[in-house]
């Protein structure tokens, strides 16, 4: 067995067996070269019995993790649709903003579907192959989390038929649409709950929403709300059946009406495993291959069992390269924190978990870790690791921005343009690299400041190097000559030197 990963705690080792078998009894062999001991079901023992082994009983189809392909290790970019670019100042809402001007918790600037569609060229560019879009049901906030009609698409974007046209534009360029699904609350205008708030505990929804007393007087103290601090956004009861149908109900239709590709499922692990039970089995009879993101900042083995969702979004890998780069740790702990992280899921999803640098619900990146170069050398370290990269919209110009809403400023349009063409040649290269996309990763030890890893896939292999640190690295031994297909090293020999506060990709010499 291969040793994968290493924690503070733990080393992970791995191998891959074959057998005609769909039912079998294993245990593990330890063998230092001096004793052999046996790990069995019954824990450590010198010699096993049959009665021992572990047993895996059957392997049922259902048990299976299924995931799609076309996913694997694409870049997704998120689009503020409001934010983005205005393609059409028709359906502009009053008092729109410029896109100069920064932003408060009710300013609109006009971006729509038709500026998204005029923008596809600029992602197709980076190698875009997702396209993330925040919310888009009607709603009375700019930032659309608060629904007051699922089955209305804002008019202010376009509406449905300018939705349906980005879908097909989209498609036309080999790119998938995800969809945000807010379905652990709604607006409290929505009209279920005025229904509540009309009729009170006789309500045809009064068990619709997770209401602690009735009748509601205090809108603070009476219902759980999102993140049980906004009244306005009452919290529905998601394992209600009722609810449950309602809600899926939605997705299918938008899905099979739209060609939607997938949904990302916003703060997932507040909504009951008995929904997300239901939508994937539902969405998957809509669209076999619909990728499946949840929003989770935390452990989320739970939803990842295979019967919820493919991937989520990998908070622990923005917490600890954050850390990295801010030199609060150095390299050896970053890949430790890794491969603890690693270890809490099973080895398909590896290459779908959903990396990032910053998000609309994080202190822009650039701003985060104070230092330009700093910020390139995070995007591009995320661009080469294994999982699926996924860029805020302006991060590829290193926009700045504070906490929310100033992490939510409009798109600068023309700015930074050497940063965004260093960020597109990488995202280009590894859209059409197999090895970046799905190849395994190992950790390579260089130094403190250094983070450095191949990425192996079938016979190829390529080596990422980012140098952090103002100076040169020592030479790095490698085990045939390289060629630099990406930033800036020395290669001699078998070794390779990459400069300070730089970044190098290079593919072994077959």
């Known amino acids: 067995m291969a040793l994968v990963a290493r924690s503070e705690a733990c080393d992970w080792f791995e191998t891959e067996i ?17 004793e052999e001991v046996y790990y069995c079901a019954d824990g450590f023992l010198e010699k096993p019995e049959e009665t021992n082994a572990f047993f895996y009983p059957y392997i049922n189809h259902y048990d299976l993790v299924e995931l799609p392909e076309w996913a694997q290790g694409e870049i997704i970019y998120q689009v503020w649709i409001d934010r983005f670019f205005d393609g059409d100042p028709e359906n502009n809402p009053p008092g729109v903003r410029s896109f100069d001007a920064l932003p408060d918790r009710n300013t609109y600037y006009g971006g729509d579907f ?68 807010v379905f652990n609350h709604c607006s409290d205008q929505h009209a279920f709950f005025q229904d509540v708030l009309c009729h009170q505990r006789q309500s045809l929804y009064a068990d619709w929403f997770t209401i602690r007393r009735f009748p509601i007087e205090d809108r603070a103290q009476d219902y759980d709300s999102f993140a049980g601090l906004i009244p306005s956004m009452p919290r529905f009861n998601t394992d209600h059946p009722q609810v449950i149908e309602y809600l899926v109900g939605i997705a299918e239709d938008w899905t099979r009406r739209l060609g939607i590709d997938g949904w990302r499922l916003d703060v997932a692990d507040e909504v009951s495993h008995a929904l997300w039970k239901v939508f994937r089995q539902r969405l998957r009879n809509v669209k076999k291959d ?138 280009k290269l590894r859209s059409q690299s197999d090895a970046l996309k799905m190849g395994k990763m190992v950790p390579i030890d260089v130094s403190d400041r250094v983070l450095a890893f191949s990425r192996v896939y079938q016979n ?12 040169p690295t020592n030479p790095i031994p490698v085990r045939r000559k390289t060629t630099l297909i990406f930033g800036h090293a020395r290669t001699e020999g078998k070794t390779v030197s990459v400069p300070g506060r730089s970044f190098a990709l290079l593919e072994e010499n077959t």
């Not at 700019?142 to 046209?165: M, N, P, Q, T, W």
């Not at 990842?304 to 990295?324: C, H, I, P, Q």
């Open 460 to 471: 190829k292999q390529i080596f990422a190097v980012a140098n952090f640190d103002p100076l």
């Open 114 to 181: 038709a500026g998204v569609m005029e923008k596809l060229g600029y992602l197709e560019e980076m190698g875009v192959k997702i396209l993330y879009l925040s919310p888009l049901f009607y709603s009375g906030s700019y930032h659309k989390y608060d629904v007051i009609d699922y089955k209305r698409i804002e008019s202010i974007y376009g509406g449905e038929e300018g939705l349906a046209a980005l879908v097909r534009a989209a498609h036309a360029k080999g790119m998938k649409i995800v969809l945000d699904a």
């Open 290 to 427: 619909i990728l499946i993101i949840g929003e989770i900042w935390n452990q989320a083995g739970r939803w990842l069992l295979g019967d919820e969702m493919d991937t989520v979004t990998n908070y622990a890998f923005m917490k600890w390269l954050r850390s990295f780069a801010r030199g609060e740790i150095g390299a050896k702990r970053f890949w430790e924190r890794m491969g603890a992280n690693a270890m809490l899921y099973k080895t398909p999803i590896h290459t779908y978990l959903v990396n990032l640098v910053g998000s609309h619900d994080t202190t822009r990146n650039r701003r985060y870790v104070g230092s330009e170069k700093t910020h390139e050398l995070m995007l591009m370290t995320m661009l080469c690791f294994s999982g699926i990269p996924l860029i805020y919209y302006g991060d590829e110009i290193a926009m700045d921005g504070g906490e929310d809403p100033d992490n939510r400023r409009a798109m600068q349009w023309g700015g930074n343009d050497s940063l965004r063409l260093r960020i597109a040649a990488l995202g």
């Open 18 to 34: 074959t057998l005609p078998e769909k039912r079998f009894k294993y245990y593990f062999k330890l063998d230092d070269g001096r």
